[in-house]
């Protein structure tokens, strides 16, 4: 279980564990926005986000202008599910257009699939496997593979 931090600004920076959640609690650097019901860790509340209390100047995160593709970053941007039969626990990435045939590694070309349904679709298009994706890739934002709970 992971723990959402917000910029003093209400952004969203990063995730961490609960642990690191309740130290940053300790050492008065964040507060609790949202809890998870009655639960408690001592004296704190379990949080499911927390604020920082001072402004973090984060340029550096604006500085490419677009989200760095990655393996991990197309199974959290489709949640770990698979594109071909909706199914959770997505272990694996698919490229759409296979590299074999022209297909870039790339946001755009890109999704989450189950091992066995990456297998069944081989080197072919979704058309061509009879196997229709669900919802086309995007490149997403910082936000949306940040805020995944």
Avoid at 41 to 68: D, E, N, Q, S
Wanted: aromatic content about 8%; hydrophobic content about 40%.
């Amino acid at each position: 279980m992971s723990v959402i931090v917000l910029n003093a600004s209400y952004e969203p920076l990063h995730t961490v564990s609960i642990q690191h959640a309740i130290r940053m609690l300790v050492r008065e650097v964040a507060v609790v926005e949202e809890a998870h019901g009655e639960r408690t860790i001592g004296p704190f509340p379990v949080p499911r986000v927390l604020r920082l209390v001072r402004y973090v100047v984060t340029h550096w995160r604006y500085a490419a202008g677009r989200m760095k593709y990655s393996k991990h970053g197309v199974l959290r941007r489709d949640r770990f599910r698979c594109a071909y039969c909706g199914l959770d626990n997505a272990d694996t990435m698919d490229h759409v257009q296979p590299r074999s045939r022209g297909g870039r590694t790339e946001w755009l070309n890109a999704v989450a699939a189950h091992a066995s349904c990456n297998e069944r679709k081989g080197n072919r298009t979704p058309s061509e496997a009879n196997m229709p994706l669900l919802w086309q890739p995007w490149v997403p934002t910082r936000a949306e593979l940040v805020i995944q709970t």
